[in-house]
């Protein structure tokens, strides 16, 4: 049965935003004395969304913070930084332009409008039919929510939808909202986490011959 719709996961499937994002982090700690967090840190922390990653932080590194005075000052540098350094993973706007005749849709555990800001400064928002972000619908990923309210807004079935992400929450969300699922291992997750996934691919452009599975 031929897939009508994709969905991609943001961070770490289209873009790598990490420098950006440890920026920020290490903005918003610097006052209370924390030590830097390096990038490589940063990739283990994020992943679920700023209130998240604001709690890990707080725990892992014992700062003796308010966890909104943390997070307004994570997002005051970060929205002013969105894509100093975040750039598109190789092939990724390529395959987006091949597959103009599918719809297309992001859902991010980032905040849809700065998710939706950070596409359209990278060139890649004119691709899309929708962007979901973790504000968006009640729940976020690994939660099937937010992929059934980009179903029912699309007006597609889930046996004709396909999630692609590298992370363990966009398989488990896609398992739970009934749509095939495809991980990339070139991401933030180790590939231990992404064995459940029915396809693994290495590249982006992997996609046109999966789909062309599908026809």
């Not at 004119?126 to 929708?130: A, G, I």
């Not at 291992?185 to 933030?188: A, H, I, K, V």
């Not at 180790?190 to 986490?193: A, H, K, M, S, V």
């Given at each position: 049965?031929?897939i009508k719709?994709i969905?991609?996961?943001l961070?770490?499937?289209?873009?790598d935003?990490s420098i950006?994002?440890a920026?920020?982090?290490?903005?918003?700690?610097e006052p209370y004395?924390?030590?830097p967090?390096?990038v490589?840190?940063t990739i283990?922390?994020v992943?679920e969304?700023?209130t998240?990653?604001?709690?890990?932080?707080?725990?892992?590194?014992?700062?003796?913070?308010?966890r909104?005075?943390l997070?307004?000052?994570f997002?005051e540098?970060y929205?002013?930084?969105?894509?100093?350094n975040?750039t598109?993973?190789p092939g990724v706007?390529?395959?987006?332009q091949?597959?103009k005749?599918?719809?297309?849709?992001?859902i991010?555990?980032k905040?849809e409008?700065?998710?939706t800001?950070?596409?359209?400064?990278?060139?890649l928002l004119?691709?899309?039919?929708?962007v979901?972000?973790?504000d968006?619908?009640?729940e976020?990923?690994p939660?099937?929510i937010?992929?059934?309210h980009v179903?029912?807004?699309l007006?597609?079935?889930?046996e004709d939808?396909v999630?692609?992400?590298?992370?363990?929450f966009?398989?488990?969300?896609?398992?739970?909202?009934g749509?095939?699922?495809?991980?990339v291992?070139?991401?933030?997750r180790?590939?231990?986490?992404l064995k459940g996934?029915d396809?693994?691919?290495?590249r982006?452009?992997?996609?046109i011959?999966i789909?062309r599975?599908f026809e």
């Open positions: 049965m031929p719709l969905i991609f996961d961070d770490g499937t289209l873009i935003s950006d994002i920026n920020a982090i290490n903005y918003a700690i004395g924390a030590r967090i390096t490589k840190e283990s922390l992943g969304g700023i998240r990653l604001i709690e890990k932080l707080i725990e892992r590194e014992s700062i003796n913070a308010d909104n005075a997070t307004e000052r997002l540098h929205s002013a930084h969105l894509i100093d975040t598109i993973y706007r390529e395959t987006l091949k597959l005749d599918y719809k297309k849709a992001v991010s555990n905040r409008a700065l998710s800001k950070i596409l359209n400064d990278l060139g004119k691709y899309l039919d929708l979901v972000g973790s968006t619908t009640p976020r990923k939660s099937p937010p992929i059934l179903l029912s807004k007006n597609i079935r889930p939808a999630i692609v992400g590298d992370s363990n966009d398989i488990e969300a896609g398992k739970a909202a749509i095939k699922t495809i991980a291992t070139y991401g933030y180790p590939l231990d986490l996934a396809f693994i691919i290495d982006m452009d992997e996609l011959d789909f599975r």
